[in-house]
């Protein structure tokens, strides 16, 4: 940088907008751009940054794909991914320079050059460490004018812009979805080219997206990285946890079933419990005339009538299960392990459901009736129990 550069204010044109820069106090990268608040080393890198970001001027138009860049020299970089000047030969994809294929590259060997000094947290790129530092500082340098939010990178307040504007202007050329970010573009893309570039070095898998393959990974190494901070119940995905917490902690039931009203904590319990009313039977097998409510009656069937797939066995009494989660079950209560606590009293049980109906003893409320005499029970075993005597008693015999 040359001498009293760093007290200039520059001032470039793009197309009719006039954008006045600001030297920075970033003294590794002075120049700022008041747009985007994009960092630059010198005037020149600011100054082809407005040309190419924030001209509106994007008159060179590519006749492959219909892109259109702001320059010749924009639009001559890009024709370098048609003509496949820059390819990775372990997948295929090609760059518009050797600079981001070396980048790329690193995604196949493993290598992160680029390390956190407060965590160890090792990056293929030096801007990912930039963005992954402000995690630690707390910096959200990048303001949305139009909420409260704020964002450590700017492609991400450029991405959240889209949430106020609706704008979608990521179009699939084979079909009519369109997207807010091109990320969630070049995911889709992968539906219509079959490619799936991240490959499993343990197994044969392979799959469209980074992130299904650091999850497939836990698979392999057991990892279990998300842990529920009120059972201390630990899962490999983020999900898993979310839904733990909505089926086993949380009373929220916002489905509700338009035949008697019970109402569920998910759209899938609902779905379930309406072929009770329905009679719906959606599962059956090719070879036999019968079908089933529930896809684990099925399961059940084949083993035992057809004797397709695997019977699941207990490692303790040999007891041979058809489900891996009343397999699950069954080893806890040999083993005595109760994890599930009254908070009413010291009485502890082996599933949420135990608890669950346990509960009711501690509550005055009976929700199960007796069609014929109106008596009510707290239990639904005890009202079954009931309904059998009255039922004979009113001359109706149960089957």
Same mark, same amino acid.
């Given at each position: 940088?040359?001498?009293?550069?760093?007290?200039?204010?520059?001032?470039?044109?793009?197309?009719?907008?006039?954008?006045?820069?600001?030297?920075?106090?970033?003294?590794?990268?002075?120049?700022?751009?008041?747009?985007?608040?994009?960092?630059? /080393?010198?005037?020149?890198?600011?100054?082809?940054?407005?040309?190419?970001?924030?001209?509106?001027?994007?008159?060179?138009?590519?006749?492959?794909?219909?892109?259109?860049?702001?320059?010749?020299?924009?639009?001559?970089?890009?024709?370098?991914?048609?003509?496949?000047? +820059?390819?990775?030969?372990?997948?295929?994809?090609?760059?518009?320079?050797?600079?981001?294929?070396?980048?790329?590259?690193?995604?196949?060997?493993?290598?992160?050059?680029?390390?956190?000094?407060?965590?160890?947290?090792?990056?293929?790129?030096?801007?990912?460490?930039?963005?992954?530092?402000?995690?630690?500082?707390?910096?959200?340098?990048?303001?949305?004018?139009?909420?409260?939010?704020?964002?450590?990178?700017?492609?991400?307040?450029?991405?959240?812009?889209?949430?106020?504007?609706?704008?979608?202007?990521?179009?699939?050329?084979?079909?009519? /979805?369109?997207?807010?970010?091109?990320?969630?573009?070049?995911?889709?893309?992968?539906?219509?080219?079959?490619?799936?570039?991240?490959?499993?070095?343990?197994?044969?898998?392979?799959?469209?997206?980074?992130?299904?393959?650091? /999850?497939?990974?836990?698979?392999?190494?057991?990892?279990?990285? +998300?842990?529920?901070?009120?059972?201390?119940?630990?899962?490999?995905?983020?999900?898993?946890?979310?839904?733990?917490?909505?089926?086993?902690?949380?009373?929220?039931?916002?489905?509700?079933?338009?035949?008697?009203?019970?109402?569920?904590?998910?759209?899938?319990?609902?779905?379930?419990?309406?072929?009770?009313?329905?009679?719906?039977?959606?599962?059956?097998?090719?070879?036999?005339?019968?079908?089933?409510?529930?896809?684990?009656?099925?399961?059940?069937?084949?083993?035992?009538?057809?004797?397709?797939?695997?019977?699941?066995?207990?490692?303790?009494?040999?007891?041979?299960?058809?489900?891996?989660?009343?397999?699950?079950?069954?080893?806890?209560?040999?083993?005595?392990?109760?994890? +599930?606590?009254?908070?009413?009293?010291?009485?502890?049980?082996?599933?949420?459901?135990?608890?669950?109906?346990?509960?009711?003893?501690?509550?005055?409320?009976?929700?199960?009736?007796?069609?014929?005499?109106?008596?009510?029970?707290?239990? /639904?075993?005890?009202?079954?129990?009931?309904?059998?005597?009255?039922?004979?008693?009113?001359?109706?015999?149960?089957?």
């Amino acid at each position: 940088m040359c001498a009293g550069e760093s007290s200039v204010e520059v001032k470039t044109e793009a197309d009719s907008n006039d954008i006045t820069e600001h030297p920075h106090d970033d003294k590794t990268r002075p120049y700022l751009c008041t747009v985007c608040d994009k960092r630059f /080393k010198g005037k020149d890198g600011l100054k082809y940054h407005n040309l190419t970001a924030h001209s509106g001027g994007n008159s060179h138009l590519c006749t492959q794909c219909n892109k259109c860049f702001a320059n010749q020299q924009c639009l001559r970089q890009h024709m370098n991914i048609h003509s496949s000047k +820059y390819k990775c030969t372990e997948c295929g994809k090609s760059f518009s320079s050797n600079k981001d294929l070396a980048v790329h590259r690193r995604i196949h060997s493993g290598e992160k050059p680029f390390e956190c000094s407060v965590c160890n947290k090792r990056f293929t790129t030096a801007g990912h460490l930039v963005v992954h530092s402000r995690i630690h500082s707390g910096e959200k340098p990048y303001k949305c004018r139009m909420c409260d939010k704020a964002f450590s990178e700017s492609g991400s307040l450029n991405s959240h812009m889209r949430v106020h504007t609706g704008e979608k202007p990521y179009k699939c050329h084979m079909c009519d /979805k369109a997207f807010n970010q091109p990320a969630h573009l070049n995911t889709h893309m992968r539906v219509h080219m079959l490619e799936k570039p991240y490959k499993c070095h343990m197994c044969d898998k392979a799959f469209s997206q980074s992130g299904n393959l650091n /999850k497939h990974m836990r698979v392999h190494t057991g990892d279990k990285p +998300y842990q529920c901070s009120l059972c201390n119940k630990i899962f490999s995905e983020s999900s898993s946890l979310q839904s733990h917490k909505r089926h086993v902690h949380s009373n929220r039931r916002p489905y509700d079933c338009p035949y008697c009203g019970k109402m569920f904590k998910t759209e899938v319990e609902l779905k379930r419990h309406v072929r009770i009313h329905t009679g719906a039977k959606p599962y059956s097998y090719r070879h036999c005339s019968e079908c089933f409510t529930f896809r684990q009656k099925l399961k059940r069937h084949l083993l035992k009538s057809h004797n397709e797939g695997t019977w699941l066995t207990c490692h303790i009494c040999q007891k041979k299960l058809s489900c891996s989660s009343v397999l699950k079950t069954h080893v806890l209560r040999h083993e005595g392990v109760k994890p +599930y606590i009254c908070t009413e009293c010291p009485k502890r049980f082996c599933t949420s459901s135990e608890l669950k109906s346990h509960l009711l003893v501690h509550l005055d409320y009976k929700q199960f009736c007796c069609y014929f005499c109106d008596k009510c029970f707290k239990c /639904k075993y005890t009202v079954k129990r009931h309904f059998k005597k009255c039922s004979a008693v009113h001359g109706f015999s149960v089957i």
